[in-house]
C-alpha cells in the first residue's frame, strides 16, 4: 500500500506520524513524574530511542527532498512537545520542571502576566528542541542522499 507524503515532503505521512510520536512518551512520562529526567536506563531508552529511530530513517531512506523532511518533522516534534507541556502543565502530579531561564524572564513581568510569558518561553524551547532535532537529521540525510547520488553516478561510468 502507497500512501500519500505529508505536506511539503517526500515522507508518508504514517512514517512522519510514527516519528513523531515515538518522542512522545519521554515527554509525558517526564511531565507526570512517571520516569524523572536522567534517572536511569528508561528515561535514557525513551530519551535516544526515538532519535536513533530519526538518524536510521534519515541514512537508511532515499528521499528528493531530505532537508525538507527532517525540518518539517523536527517543527511537528517541536509542537507535539509544546502540546504534551502545555496540557500537563496543571495535571494532577505533574512535575513539570521549569526550566530557571524560563523563570528568570517572565519575573521580569506583571504578576498577571508572568504565566503567559512563562509557557511562552517554554514553548519557544519545545519548538528549538524539535527544529534542531530535526536539522541534525536532516544533514544526515542530506549527507547520505548525496553519498548515494555519487555511487549511482560511479555505477553508471
Do not use: C, K
Request: charged share 15%.
Amino acid at each position: 500500500m502507497r500512501f500519500h507524503p505529508f505536506p511539503l515532503t517526500d515522507m508518508p505521512w504514517p512514517l512522519m506520524a510514527a516519528l513523531v510520536a515515538v518522542g512522545l512518551p519521554r515527554t509525558v512520562l517526564a511531565d507526570l513524574d512517571i520516569v524523572a529526567p536522567e534517572s536511569g536506563l528508561l528515561y535514557y531508552v525513551l530519551a535516544l530511542v526515538p532519535f536513533a529511530a530519526w538518524l536510521a530513517v534519515a541514512i537508511v531512506r532515499d528521499t528528493r527532498r531530505p532537508v525538507r523532511d527532517f525540518l518539517v518533522l523536527g517543527v511537528l516534534y517541536g509542537l507535539s512537545l509544546i502540546l504534551a507541556h502545555q496540557l500537563l502543565w496543571n495535571a494532577p502530579g505533574a512535575a513539570h520542571s521549569i526550566p530557571q531561564g524560563a523563570v528568570d524572564f517572565a519575573s521580569g513581568f506583571e504578576p498577571g502576566a508572568q504565566q503567559f510569558f512563562l509557557r511562552g518561553y517554554t514553548a519557544l524551547i519545545g519548538l528549538g528542541i524539535g527544529i534542531g532535532t530535526g536539522l541534525v537529521a536532516a544533514v544526515l540525510a542530506f549527507i547520505a542522499h548525496r553519498v548515494r547520488i555519487v555511487r549511482r553516478l560511479g555505477r553508471q561510468s
